[in-house]
């Protein structure tokens, strides 16, 4: 299976620090995407990061790709209450539909 | 709103009840799907339209019956089903199957179902 599995199940910080959730995969790729889920809602497309790619940022999101160790991180600088949410990592590859992660669980505390 | 819209938002449903749920985009994508979202599962796949045409059906028991009538819609019709099948179902959508891969999937916010 390419299913991603995110790590750590569960984090929980403080407003204006950083977070850095990991995904990791078994099988090769040609793109990973990475999604969030508020509580009880659909997921939203966050960034999509391609195999020949090393790094995308938007925003305040930051996405390394590292195929050799077949691994994705999201960073997420100076966080906000706002980010609490589940976040997904979505691996695919060519003909083959998203296969999803389990999640990391963010709560940012006030 | 995502342009991707499903209703009901709840739906409570006895294990002899007939069901139906909705789900609608308004952005021009060709390709839908539905996931299954239990506690502490990952998303499940369920079924794939491209082009109103069923491309995945994910061994998906028979009491799910997928419907999609048009590029736009697309059900799910529920029938005799278990406590276990309870969880939040999520549709998607994208430009079609293999734009998917570059752009990602729009979802709508979901059905939260409950079978008693």
């Known amino acids: 299976s390419q299913q991603g599995e995110e790590d750590p199940q569960a984090l929980s910080i403080q407003e204006g620090e950083n977070a850095t959730m990991n995904c990791s995969y078994k099988t090769s790729i040609n793109n990973l995407q990475w999604y969030r889920q508020n509580s009880g809602r659909g997921l939203v497309h966050l960034i999509l990061i391609r195999s020949n790619e090393r790094e995308k940022h938007s925003g305040r999101l930051r996405v390394t790709l590292d195929t050799s160790k077949k691994s994705s991180s999201l960073l997420i600088t100076a966080s906000r209450a706002a980010d609490t949410a589940s976040y997904f990592c979505a691996t695919s590859n060519y003909g083959q539909n998203f296969v999803f992660g389990p999640g990391t669980r963010l709560s940012v505390l006030p | 709103e995502t342009g991707v819209t499903q209703t009901p938002r709840h739906l409570v449903m006895g294990m002899t009840n007939k069901k139906s749920l909705k789900c609608e985009q308004h952005l021009g994508h060709n390709a839908m799907y539905w996931y299954k979202q239990s506690a502490k599962k990952p998303l499940e796949l369920m079924f794939v339209y491209n082009f109103k045409e069923q491309t995945e059906n994910n061994s998906v028991p028979s009491r799910f019956s997928p419907e999609c009538p048009n590029s736009s819609h697309l059900f799910l019709h529920l029938h005799t089903l278990q406590p276990e099948d309870s969880a939040l179902y999520l549709c998607?959508?994208?430009?079609?199957?293999?734009?998917?891969?570059?752009?990602?999937?729009?979802f709508g916010s979901g059905t939260r179902l409950t079978v008693v």
């Open positions: 998607a959508s994208s430009q079609d199957i293999d734009f998917a891969a570059t752009y990602g999937y729009t």
